[in-house]
């Protein structure tokens, strides 16, 4: 029982994550602050009231304050611990090992994606899909040689479906 | 009463025609093929799966859709137990027990009570809707904007005050959700506001890549830290519970589904609420509380009832009035309206057809899924065995093209990206993103109905009190916050800090 | 690493297909017109009234041109995003649009919408659907004509309430021309679409309805607001008729094509136009579904479209003034 307890028992995930250090809480609340104050300031620029009542100006106003004055809250006396109810863990879904690893992982999906998002409608989706399957799944560790079928056969696959669905999806200047 | 049973027959048998039925069953099997993908809970699941409803017309489209909504349901329910990953806040509750089951080799115990739960909890809530919807939505003609403003209120004012976690993040979450909810151009002059000269955003930032942002790519992000949590694949032998536990789940599956639908005709009561209340029930009512954490079926039981009894309940709101309760609902209006079907007490009055074949499409749908599940169960269990990285990366792929083809607009995509990567960013700051959807479906609506008072009045403001209605909701609303805030919000408290011990009272008595 | 390996491996293989397909298309192109797929711009969401016209044309285009018309829905900002990008296509003939008036005079002449293109960016084809609105009460209204409803706007201003499917929309336009024969005020109030605004109506929150031959079950039309009677409800007398000639609102459905195509080209695509809008198979299909198509063809549409965006000019005005 007492080894099902301490496996469950989710407190010891937490300080390991950087982010939810108290700096980086703060940090966060102060990069909502700026974001709100630009906000109330370019609300500012709409007009308040108008003939009828409240105007355009009104609502951006007070939603952009009371999110500054939550912002300021946050900076000032952090945000309390989350009362989500934590997962109970499994003890095998520990961090992996390597963290660089795993950034490297998140921020290769992120540009792999945006740079697929650009591509669709020059390039086509077949070649942009067939490139974004390989690269991730390179990125993810599978071998080259996988990669790539599993790259040339999705594309197409999905493409295909999509025709089935009378989804047309964005074709290439080549025709496909 | 009898043209209202006509109607319902009329409506059931729509949707068993043939060719309708065969689409209940392709949404079931690709809702729950897609709903059991872990990290992917039902709304980002059936915001990837609106593209394949576009070319169907209206009343197919939506019988898949109901179909899809159901099945990436219970898909997320195969998740929590076998993977112990919740898609979404709700089925937490379900990984509470569900897990523990599963671990001690009753997986198939807690997939089948849930599948009986939710059963049950379909068929009473689409049949309570059934009821209600009728008189409600000749009530909803007689609400204008100054009834629906203050329904709007109220709906916000409890969005706020029950969650879990922190009273400030939570705050500012619904606040950063209605200022992005403001983004495009206003409803009163026309005039383009924070849209920085971009005409992708004059019609606002588009709700389904949010979503699919906040729910999909953000929870994808977060597994790649983690090693991928190994799914327990023991043979699945029996799907029925113990005799001697079939009476306590039988009561608790009932006490989840009231509880389930009382709350969720409220807009704006986030199912996580009702779900959490029902799994205290149970614990309160137990004569072992102690089990619970550990594999109690009850738990799983009145989880997956009150879940799907609030899924069932959250219609009404949707279908009388057009608000969408949840952001699964705002993705299934967002479909809706793609199939040219508005949502709301015109669509009794003029498309009858249309809306009980929709309710009709639910009862098919919850039994046409309940069937298909007890022979494939092992299927999506095969499903959780393929790596994940193959699964990531088609995830990905339907993601992008999600949010590509709502508008065939790159521009879309790369909202879907960024909020993918902010909502990775708050869930490693713990702070909670369903109040900020909840707020970016229902600011704007909140403002324009405002507006529409004022103009229908021509300026009067004080049509918000002298309209009974609208004079007793802002009542209701001011209450919600004054004792939410005077409490200091107890009674979520004692249940968060419960839930963050799940197993603290069990030691004490193994 | 590997990641990276391969994207140097991948981006250069992509950029050179890409220069080749570019390399290829010029060529192809100085051949006779057409000799390769239309794209038809919808600036509407797939299944809409729009939407609905365009794939009937472009069915029977693809058979009298002999090449295929490929309809894609670019919605977005009320057909802005997709007359952006119908603008700003090369002007070749390949990418044709669809346009509607009003929606498509509004997003030019409100400036903070920053168009990126005016009337002069598109050359025009032909029009396909008209659709007049009509003002109506229900049965139990005291109103029997136009005359009786303007002579009360007149006499109680600021009192009656109306109801558009949203801010500049042909309702809320046939409203300020109202509250312009009347010399009043009216109480409009901005609603999001048809249904929603109908709902409002049958609620008893709005005094007169402005809408359209769909929704008219169940109430008492006083005018349709048509230069002439519509064939299809003959019995709804014009505003015209009954002396008001400055009360015509009809939201139109055409075609144009960035401006600048070849004077050759131009008139195939507009002889190919006329005769596919023109035949009665086209017109049964699109009457089946709920379609009044009205043909203009040529350089009358063209002066159909500038008259009716100078007459659009000072209600846009007006909406933008503060009103008191």
Known sequence: MSTLHSSQAPAGRRPTNPLTRFGAKRLAAAVLAIVCAAFVLEASSYPYMDWLGPGSGFFPMWVGSLCLLAALGMLIFGSSPAGNPPLPTDGEADLAEDRTLARMRIGGTIVILVLTGFALQPIGFNIAAAAMITALLLLYGTRPVIAVLAGLVGAPAVFFLFAALHVRLPVGPLGF | ?510 | MQALKTLRLIAPLAVSLAAMALAIVPASAQAEYPNQSIRLIVPFSAGGGTDLGARLVAEDLERTLGVSVVVENLPGAGSQLGLTELANAPADGYTIGAVNQPAFDTIILVPERQAAFDIDSFDYLINHVAEPLIIAVLPESPYQDLGQLVADVAARPGELRVATSGLLTPEHLAQLQLERVADSRLRIAHFNGASESMTQFRGGRTDIAFTTSSFLEGLRPLAILSPERSPALPDIPTAVEQGYPDLVMVSTRGFAVPDGVPAPVLEKLRAAFAEVASSPEHQARAAASNLSVEVIAGEDYDAYVRANHEAARPLVELAQRPRN
């Open chain 2, 1 to 510: 009463m009898d043209s209202t049973f006509g109607l319902w027959v009329q409506g059931i048998s729509a949707a068993l025609e043939p060719s309708n039925l065969l689409f209940a069953f392709v949404g079931c099997i690709i809702g729950t093929l897609v709903g059991v993908l872990p990290g992917l809970g039902p709304a980002a699941a059936m915001a990837i799966l609106i593209p394949f409803t576009y070319d169907l017309g209206p009343v197919p489209a939506i019988v898949m859709l109901s179909a899809i909504y159901f099945g990436t349901q219970y898909g997320g329910t195969i998740t929590s137990v076998l993977v112990n990953v919740p898609g979404e806040s709700t089925s937490v509750v379900t990984c509470l027990d569900g897990h523990p089951m599963a671990k001690s080799g009753r997986a198939g115990a807690a997939l089948g009570i849930a599948a009986i739960g939710s059963l049950f909890a379909g068929l009473v809530g689409t049949f309570l809707l059934m009821v209600l919807a009728l008189p409600l939505s000749s009530l909803a003609l007689r609400f204008g904007p100054v009834e629906m403003f203050a329904l709007l209120v109220v709906g916000l004012s409890l969005v706020m005050s029950f969650r879990g976690g922190s009273l400030l993040a939570a705050f500012a979450m619904t606040m950063i959700g209605l200022m992005l909810g403001l983004v495009g151009l206003d409803p009163v002059q026309g005039a383009p506001r924070f849209t920085f000269g971009n005409h992708n955003l004059f019609d606002g930032v588009q709700l389904v890549p949010v979503i699919m942002g906040l729910f999909g790519i953000s929870e994808l992000l977060a597994s790649l830290e983690e090693r991928s949590p190994q799914p327990i694949t023991r043979k699945i032998t029996s799907l029925l519970p113990f005799k001697e536990e079939r009476k306590d789940a039988a009561l608790a599956i009932t006490r989840g589904t009231g509880v389930g639908f009382a709350l969720g005709i409220i807009p704006g009561m986030a199912g996580i609420v009702p779900t959490f209340m029902a799994y205290a029930l149970e614990k309160r009512v137990s004569k072992h509380p102690e089990r619970f954490g550990h594999g109690a079926i009850e738990g799983v039981a009145s989880a997956e009832a009150s879940n799907n009894a609030h899924a069932q309940a959250s219609m009404v709101p949707l279908l009388t009035l057009g608000i969408p309760g949840t952001a699964t609902l705002a993705v299934m209006m967002g479909a809706f309206m793609i199939n040219g079907i508005t949502p709301g007490p015109f669509l009794f009055v003029d498309h009858p057809e249309i809306v009980w074949t929709v309710i009709g499409s639910f009862i098919v749908g919850n039994v046409v899924l309940f069937i298909l599940n007890f022979p494939l169960v092992h299927v999506w269990v095969q499903i959780l065995r393929i790596p994940s990285r193959y699964l990531h990366v088609a995830i990905l792929i339907f993601c992008l093209l999600g949010a590509f083809t709502l508008r065939n607009n790159t521009f879309d995509v790369m909202v879907m990206i960024a909020f993918g990567v902010l909502g990775y960013i708050f869930k490693k700051l713990d702070w909670p993103t369903v109040p900020l959807v909840i707020a970016i479906i229902l600011g704007p609506l909140l403002e324009r109905a405002l507006r529409q008072s004022l103009e229908l009045s021509d300026g009067d403001a004080s049509v918000f009190v002298t309209t009974p209605v609208s004079a007793g909701l802002l009542g209701l609303a001011f209450l919600v916050v004054a004792v939410s805030v005077l409490s200091g919000l107890r009674p979520v408290k004692r249940l968060s800090s419960r839930f963050s011990n799940p197993a603290g009272k069990a030691d004490q008595k193994p």
